[in-house]
């Protein structure tokens, strides 16, 4: 089992469009002004290589320095400096000589170090510098096991993203999704940049719909393990799997409440789609929408209040809205062939969705104070989007040569990347909440 | 003696006049022995004799039986009931009209054989996203159950799920190939 | 049916047995006949049964045909009306959504409308302040009045040059018009009229009349020109000179003021 996990395990890499190109390389750095969306100008900070006073230790130290520098770079906020020509390379603040810093134009400084403690423990430790105040903005000490050195300096990232921008970083949390590879499917956990991709449940029948708990620590989707849908609810931790719903008919589209104490749910039992409630625990199922048409793709209002979903109650789907207690559905959606798969942005001000225009499927976004809509890609198939814990940016399936990709862009638009893995079908994004 | 001899012949015509009046006068409820005199190992006078007359309601494991040996009609390539596709026009659930001979066929096996169980499986082609294929797909299998329940068959019989498009040949550059995915596969719960 | 049938003959092939067990009580003949009129019995219901089994055969084809084509086309237009009526549904939605957004803009553009008028309101002399605002009011007049016709008739006196009775009928005008749209004109044409009648310091008074009364008329650079013209007519020439300043300075832009520039070089002049 493990092996052929091993085997299967992707290599995400980061293909990168032409718009996120511009966006990330150095050499094109005056490009990232337009792609920050709101701050005008990008931070220019220094990440010194972290250092240790333990040659073992030499390459998890420069592990941190270069994940902590590649969040930052690729947040499209900041302008990461080269630091390799630099002699001096302290790794506490005190060692900080300020000038030289001053010279190459950084504003912001950031050093630390890795070190080894009894037990086979790391400390990490980093000090965030403003180097024209010079005075530190922040800094912390991490006591960890080896396996948590990329989370850390993820989390060392978003320290810094939070200081510097006054948002929430995302660097420290995960997505989750989907890959065929040779037949079988797999749902898998990465890291936000993609890397360090875990297996969570693999078969040789269809995935679909990944979806988080709140808290991060568990996962629902349906499997087609028994020939038909089925919703499991998995615990990422112990792999403990709990058949949350499997009525007679399909059993699919999980949806969390903002609590994490239910679901909405979409049964058929005999007849169509419908949309449900059902405890976490898998009792107290609720019928929610009554219709002889197809409900389904439920959505919670960061609110808890509604329940979005798609519904071809009208003829074609559109995004319909009804309050999480039951009663009458409104329409919510009225321009487009159609619209599906609608998404809450975590202010609850936007709605993104897959938008139907003419047989083109692409990620729209809908201010839901002014109804005003952005089509925010250009596929002819996009799906399955979701945002980021902080808003800032959306996760969305797409297709390149005839295979599944994940791509990302941020919710201005302006930002684009792609995230693709090698041989395999990538799928069924889902970004999950912030861990802390 | 005498009396108790015509009190027993008495009886016997009674209990032969109740069983042919109860025949006359309701001939509408027995159908279930009317559906086995049509089928067609229900020719009971050649059956081997298997023990008293009392063991009549054997016939319809007889059936089974009929299907548990080699020729299997719903393998038989040649029986309509080897063909197990019913494909639907785009954005559509209705079922077309040449596909009623398929269900008729299937829907008097179910009726023969009370322990038989279909598993309607629809399926969509990959165009829309995959939640709501899978809600297209189910509501393919649905109208193909209305068709067999209009044939007699009992829901305990049928379940309907969908594949949406997970089954669906990916990238499909023309429409022949998206009709081919739109479709509900009937497949029999033991096979 | 059939078992039912089956099982009565096994019941009576007991009974027929149980009664040959007993042939001993009854004579030979008289069983025989019993056997006979059950056997005539057995055959005639056998008949009826199955004249009945070809019955219900018959019946239950008729119904079967019925399901299948009865009932599938019943199914399949439901199915056809049940998206007719998705349909329809989603284009009254998307009606009412229509009826709805429509409604919404009129609200607004209503009360953008009324904001507007409330500022135009509350700011009347603002409005006033623009003479052509006012001139423009003063042509929609009634020009069918006798107000008016009076007017015109006094101007087209003073055309012909017919300037004492030109006179006479601004005179009466202005008597009998104090209020009227077209006082200052009445006023000024009185004035000219003076003035070609070389009553000068007349014309003077009256054109300065127009001056106090009708600031904002039109014709106030017209009655200034004229007033200074009576002016140099009366050796008045630091008046004249000064009213014509005056003109220049106030209505830079005046038909009349490149006349009134002459006139005050030619003044300028003569010292």
Redesign the interface.
Known sequence: MNKLLNKLRPVLLFIISLFASLAISPANAALEIEISGGSAQQIPIAVVPFGSSVAGQSSNATQVGNIIGADLRRSGLFRVLETGGVVNRPTDINQVKYAEWAALQAQALVVGSVEALPGNRLKVSFKLADVLKQTQLAGMEYNIAPNQLRMTAHKIADVIYQKLTGEAGIFASRIAYINKSKGRYTLQVADADGENPQTVVSSNEPIISPAWSPDGSKIAYVSFEKKKPIIFVQSLMTGQRLTLANFKGNNSAPAWSPDGSKLAIVLTHAANSQVYTINADGTGLKQLTKS??IDTEPTWSPDAKWIYFSS?????P?IYKVSSIGGEAQ?VT?EGTGNLSPRFSPDGKFLVMIRNDGGKYRVALQDLTNGQVQLLSEGGLDESPSFAPNGRVLLYATRVGGRGALAAVSSDGRVKQRLSESGGDVREPAWGPLLN | ??KG?FN??LV?SL??AV??S???ST??V?KP??V???SPSSS?VTQPADGS??T??VKEVVIDSNANNGNNPLNDPNNILSKRNIYFDFD????K?EF?PLI?AHAKYLVANDNAKLILQGNADERGTREYNLSLGQRRSV?VK??FN???VQDKQIETVSFGEEKATPNCADENCHQANRRVDVVYANE | ????????G???T??LF??SS?AA?FDDTEARKKILELEKSMQS?SQ??QA??A???RR?SALEAI??NG??DT??QI??L??EN??????L??AN?NVDATQQRQKDLYTDIDARLRQLEAAPVAVAAQPDLVAATLVTVDKNSQEYQLLELANGLSKESKHKEAFNAYDKFVKDYPNSAFAADAIYGLGYSQFALKNYKSAIATQQKLLDTHVESPLVPDAMLSMANSQIQLGLVPGAKKTLRDLIAKFPNSDVTPTAQKRLKALEAIR
């Not at chain 2, 559509?92 to 079922?95: G, I, K, R, W």
């Not at chain 3, 998705?86 to 284009?91: C, M, P, Y």
């Open positions: 002889s048409a071809d109650r009208g003829g074609r559109q329409r009225f | 003696m005498n001899m027993k012949k016997g209990v032969l069983l042919l109860a025949c006359k001939p509408m027995d022995a009317g086995e005199d049509k009971s007359a009392d009549s309601g559509s659930d209705a079922v009209a009623r008729e109208s209305k068709s209009l044939l007699g | 049916m059939m078992k039912k049938l089956i099982l009565a096994l019941i009576l007991a009974q149980s009664i007993h009580l219901q009826a049964s009945m089994q019955e219900l055969s239950l399901v299948k009932l599938a199914q399949a199915e056809v049940k998206q998705a349909r329809l549904k989603g284009e939605e998307l959504h």
